[in-house]
Every structure is written in C-alpha cells, then in structure tokens.
C-alpha cells in the first residue's frame, strides 16, 4: 500500500530559459499528485497570444505587468508545482510574493547545457536578436544574484530530470514541506 503525502506549500521553480523548469515541474507534480502551473502557459491563455506575440506587439514591460498578475493569483491557489519564466524572479514585487507565498528553488544550470537546449526551439523573445551566447552570460551575469535569493540552490547537470526531481523531494521532506497526509 503506498502512502499519500501532502504538499504543504506551492513549489515554485525559478531560473534561466533552458534549465528545466517545465520538464522538471511536470514531473515533480506528478510525483507529489500535485497540480502543475506553467506561468508562461497561463500568461498566453490570459492574453490569448503566445508569449513571444506579448513581447512583439506590447512590449517586455507589458508582459512583465501580465506576469506579475498571473503568479499573484497562481500563488493564491492551494499548494501545487509552479515554473516561472526567467525573468520572473528578477521582479521585485513578483519575487517578494513568492517568496512570502512558496518554497523557491532556482534551477542553476551552467550556460552551456541552457545553450544545447535554449537552441532546439526558436520562441525565446529575449533570444532573437544578436549573439545567442553573449545574450544568456549577460541574462545570467545580472540575474543569478537574484536567483541566489531563492529558498533552495540545485545544481543542474545533463542528467535524467527523474534525478532534480528526487534531490527536490528529498529537500522537500527534509524541511517538512512534504509530509505523510
């Protein structure tokens, strides 16, 4: 017989496009049979566009307005599993909330494993212009201080996603975030 565990409190996955923050999201709420949230997702079902459509027509600032809307009210769902896009964490209101509403962990991922996989899709607005590598080492020169604030470090490698989802359960039991029911 397998017994149930509670989530006590909504786990958002902060970092870098290209860390994981989906896949590892995906398959963290389905072990913790926790709904998953992707705020880029429900940012382009808020908007009806997609999120690179956001930036082109209105503008970062618009979709960083949006973005602070859509996690406000995600964070006022019961517990669940949340990623956020990579520079969602780098706003102050938006990084109080969610640091006052769920346990943070910034996926930390060296630049080139983001690179390998930033490269396999081509909808990453702040990617579209210029050199792709130059463009990530100045996003992470700036943001990985702020990431740092995050509740939890986990250092990524190109490995299984299976593998950060068992180091973030064993974190999450560890500080009684994740319990029997």
Do not use: Q
């Not at 949340?82 to 630049?111: E, H, S």
């Amino acid at each position: 017989m397998r017994i149930a565990m509670k989530l006590n409190r909504t786990v958002a996955l902060v970092g870098m496009m290209g860390a994981g923050k989906t896949s590892v999201g995906r398959r963290l709420a389905a072990r913790l049979a926790v709904p998953f949230r992707d705020a880029d997702h429900e940012i382009e079902a808020a908007a009806g566009l997609a999120v690179a459509e956001i930036f082109e027509r209105f503008g970062e600032p618009y979709f960083r307005d949006g973005e602070r809307k859509v996690i406000a009210r995600l964070l006022e769902e019961p517990p669940h599993v949340l990623a956020t896009g990579g520079g969602a964490f780098m706003d102050d209101a938006t990084r109080d909330r969610m640091k006052k509403a769920a346990f943070t962990i910034w996926l930390k991922a060296p630049v080139s494993l983001l690179l390998s996989r930033v490269k396999k899709r081509d909808v990453r607005p702040l990617l579209k212009d210029g050199d792709i590598r130059a463009t990530m080492e100045r996003l992470l020169t700036s943001r990985e201080p702020v990431y740092a604030t995050a509740d939890m470090v986990l250092e990524c490698a190109d490995e299984p996603h299976g593998t950060a989802v068992e180091r973030i359960i064993a974190a999450l039991k560890e500080r009684g975030l994740y319990e029997d029911a």
